[in-house]
T-cell receptor, first 109, second 112 residues
Framework: GQNIDQPTEMTATEGAIVQINCTYQ??????LFWYQQHAGEAPTFLSY??LDGLEEKGRFSSFLSRSKGYSYLLLKELQMKDSASYLC??????????WGAGTKLIIKP | DAGITQSPRHKVTETGTPVTLRCHQT?????MYWYRQDPGHGLRLIHY???????DKGEVSDGYSVSRSKTEDFLLTLESATSSQTSVYFC???????????FGQGTRLTVV
């Protein structure tokens, strides 16, 4: 079967670094996405990894290990506006997106 | 931002009534999706379309039907609304099968 897990909630301090983990199990894999979703809004695309390694995009980086079924999203220099839910999704063999339940990130001053 | 709009944005309806939600895109993307989002669950796929008049079921399709008579519009119909269909519904579009999805602003549906 297919499964994807991420922590329900995390808390971090403004200016700090936080790592949000995502693990998945799938019979077919075509990449992993991270999205940001502010409360009451639509998810917005952050990153896509299909090969192992780290992809850096400004303050946000995403890492993938296909052999371990593991990804993380790294947020640096946290700002209050980063308070949101972060959704990971893997793309299965049929190119459908399988979504985790999301990690609610709370930033404290 | 991708040109994708959902209507209505909010709706309250009674149990047993039919409801249609509309998704309209101006990006000419081939793939369109309807998801529902509920607390404690990830986005769950209801139905999707891979072209005009080409649709298929997702994991939670019971009680829902869709139609796509032209590229830009994808309609989701709840044939007879139930309280379990109270949810936030998101439409998404993708240019190709392996690219990122862009989401509409969502429709909050309450079935009373």
């Amino acid at each position: 079967g297919q499964n994807i897990d991420q922590p329900t909630e995390m808390t971090a301090t403004e200016g700090a670094i936080v790592q949000i983990n995502c693990t998945y199990q799938t019979s077919g894999f075509n990449g992993l996405f991270w999205y940001q979703q502010h409360a009451g809004e639509a998810p917005t695309f952050l990153s896509y990894n299909v090969l192992d390694g780290l992809e850096e995009k400004g303050r946000f980086s995403s890492f993938l290990s296909r052999s371990k079924g593991y990804s993380y999203l790294l947020l640096k220099e946290l700002q209050m506006k980063d308070s949101a839910s972060y959704l990971c999704a893997h793309m299965d063999s049929n190119y459908q997106l399988i979504w985790g339940a999301g990690t609610k990130l709370i930033i404290k001053p | 931002d991708a040109g994708i709009t959902q209507s209505p944005r909010h709706k309250v309806t009674e149990t047993g009534t039919p409801v249609t939600l509309r998704c309209h895109q101006t990006e000419n993307h081939r793939y369109m999706y309807w998801y529902r989002q509920d607390p404690g669950h990830g986005l769950r796929l209801i139905h999707y379309s891979y072209g005009v008049k080409d649709t298929d079921k997702g994991e939670v399709s019971d009680g829902y039907s869709v139609s796509r008579s032209k590229t830009e519009d994808f309609l989701l119909t709840l044939e007879s609304a139930t309280s379990s269909q109270t949810s936030v519904y998101f439409c998404a579009i993708r240019d190709t099968a392996n690219t990122e999805a862009f989401f509409g602003q969502g429709t909050r549906l309450t079935v009373v």
